[in-house]
């Protein structure tokens, strides 16, 4: 996790640079900081916690050209001041801010002669730079070259007006314009400011100046880049117009669903369905919500195509005995197409020479570099860390996918349509979250496609209200987990396929029965009285996944706002994880 930012210019570059980490917070927000040049001393301002807790720090009058910046999510050491980046080498002379891990740390710190003031990687890395012979940049590669592991660095040297780039695995990018040149961790840093960009190949190397920058590769030849158009890139809809960016994209869901139908219907979107129809079977491998599209992608293939699904959580296939086959299409589903254990599990796919598809956010995104067939989602940046129209445009965006694989997906275009024009956000009702937030023990059960959203709203109240909860399909309650029902139990019921209705029904008497309180959210009536019921509107039961989650992800949502807990940051979390 963690992201960096990097400014050189003609003007002050210190707001540019806190801006871009105010974009970056996302991928991690337990302390930010900044090194900049000051009449040729580097200097550095950090705090912990959120940025606004840096911006409080720095002085109006504080002002530099070259200034480099982090934000960070705790993997070498607590969260305290010491540990924040930039670290400065042990006689001031460089300065670094690094997004990665370098994994041989330990080992390199015994050769360094050092008194480290930090417990992290980082400030093991930028002495072994300073420990290094020959220019800045010589140094930077000289030092890389004895890391295992992955980094995206930007370097300040003391005495050089100059930003040293390195990236390996971490996600790194620049861009020139002109009054200056910019780096960040992603495209989202130069919004609004630059037309073009340029994006790092492992072991590559910049050295940014004022008036552009140079490209290296890791024996120190100087290459050329190839920069990538961005202006087509989605920036509009950043700004928070709402309380909580969580609230804003549960709210942007119909328009993002809809924005997803014109893309493959009306806009014409280029994807080659007739090469995914020669692949016999498919494995979709993701990790948390995104795992939860995959098991719905795979339910609509297998019912729509007749073809062969597996699903795979990303840590578990990595390291499991799979069974590789070439008729298998690989296909990854992440939004941010920069999560560690589902990238490592790609390049493994990769390297065994078999297709790769993957479904992603992000344009540029690291999984879309190594991908055979990207298939885009049209969510728009998520910024809040538990997803919720990312999740809505995937399950959409593999539906339609299943649609076309089985040429379906003409014929029932007016269908399609008629969902994304009816599709209204679900409110949760204030007075019913009243009643069912006194419960302390909760489980969601549903079957089939209502097992995933079990799953997925599971996942959305322990992220953000850190209730000890449980998702799991409705027939397994009877093999164990029924002995903790009581009457101090509340189980969200979800249930919107009529053909299950009879089994959900029994489910739910079983529950009453051992004194448990039944919230049942449907789109029809059971045959079963329940405690509480949310209604939901009545679309084709292929659409209900979608329909579902919406109240969940809003029950998630005001269970936290209760509860006190701010939902777009919550503890311990990233929004790309970018460690294994
Ligand atoms: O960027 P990705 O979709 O690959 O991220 C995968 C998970 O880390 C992510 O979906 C996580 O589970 C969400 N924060 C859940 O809301």
């Given at each position: 996790m963690c992201g960096i930012c990097a400014g050189i210019g003609h003007e002050n570059q210190i707001d540019d640079v806190v801006c871009g980490l105010k974009k970056l917070e996302y991928r991690g927000y337990d302390s930010s900081g900044i090194a900049f040049l000051k009449n040729g001393e580097i200097q550095a301002i950090k705090s912990v916690g959120q940025i606004k807790n840096l911006e409080k720090k720095?002085?109006?009058?504080?002002?530099?050209h070259v200034v480099i910046g982090h934000t960070r999510w705790a993997t070498h050491g607590s969260v305290c001041e010491e540990n924040a980046h930039p670290h400065i080498s042990q006689n001031g002379e460089f300065a670094m801010v690094h997004n990665g891990i370098v994994e041989n740390f330990e080992n390199l710190k015994g050769n360094l002669n050092c008194n480290f003031k930090s417990q992290t990687d980082t400030e093991v890395f930028v002495n072994l730079v300073e420990a290094e012979s020959g220019t800045p940049l010589e140094r930077l590669m000289k030092a890389s070259r004895k890391v295992v592991g992955s980094f995206a660095v930007a370097l300040l040297h003391k005495n050089t007006n100059s930003i040293f780039l390195a990236k390996r695995k971490s996600p790194l990018m620049v861009a020139v314009g002109k009054d200056g040149v910019f780096a960040g961790s992603?495209?989202?840093?130069f919004a609004g400011k630059f037309d073009f960009c340029y994006i790092f190949e492992d072991d590559e190397f910049a050295i940014m100046e004022e008036d552009g920058v140079k490209f290296f590769d890791l024996n120190g030849n100087q290459i050329s880049k190839k920069a990538v158009d961005i202006r087509d890139f989605d920036f509009y809809d950043e700004d928070l117009n709402e309380d909580f960016y969580m609230l804003k994209e549960i709210k942007e869901q119909p328009a993002a669903l809809r924005k997803t139908y014109f893309k493959f219907f009306?806009?014409?979107?280029?994807?080659d369905f007739e090469a995914i129809k020669k692949f016999k079977s498919f494995h979709f491998i993701a990790c948390g919500t995104a795992y939860h599209s995959c098991l719905l992608g795979a339910q609509f293939i297998q019912q729509f195509c007749k073809k062969d699904c597996k699903v795979s959580i990303a840590s578990e296939f990595r390291y499991g005995s799979n069974i590789y086959s070439k008729n298998c299409l690989y296909v990854f589903v992440s939004q941010s197409g920069e999560t560690a254990d589902t990238m490592a599990c790609a390049s493994l796919v990769k390297e065994k020479g078999l297709k790769v598809m993957c479904v992603t956010n992000v344009p540029y995104c690291s999984l879309n570099k190594l991908a055979d067939f990207v298939l885009p989602t049209f969510?728009?940046?998520?910024?809040?860390?538990?997803?919720t129209k990312a999740y809505t445009t995937q399950v959409f965006t593999l539906l339609i996918f299943a649609l076309f694989l089985n040429d379906k997906a003409t014929r029932l275009q007016d269908e399609l349509k008629r969902f994304v024009l009816n599709l209204e956000n679900l409110q949760f009702n204030e007075c019913l979250l009243e009643e069912i937030s006194k419960f302390k023990k909760i489980f969601f059960i549903g079957r089939e496609q209502d097992y995933v959203s079990a799953l997925e709203g599971a996942l959305k109240l322990k992220e953000i209200a850190y209730l000890n909860c449980l998702g799991m399909p409705a027939g397994e309650l009877k093999h164990g987990t029924l002995a903790l029902i009581d009457p101090q139990t509340l189980v969200i019921a979800i249930s919107t396929q009529r053909a299950l209705k009879g089994k959900m029904e029994s489910n739910i008497e079983e529950i009453k029965a051992r004194g448990g309180k039944v919230l049942l959210i449907s789109n029809f009536k059971h045959n079963v009285e329940t405690d509480f019921f949310v209604e939901l509107p009545d679309f084709d039961e292929m659409f209900m996944p979608i329909v579902s989650i919406i109240p969940l992800q809003q029950l998630a949502l005001n269970f936290a706002l209760k509860l006190g807990y701010n939902p777009d940051k919550p503890r311990n979390l990233a929004k790309s994880v970018t460690v294994e």
């Open positions: 720095i002085d109006d009058e504080v002002c530099s992603d495209i989202s840093v009306s806009e014409g979107l280029q994807f969510a728009g940046r998520e910024v809040a860390v538990a997803s």
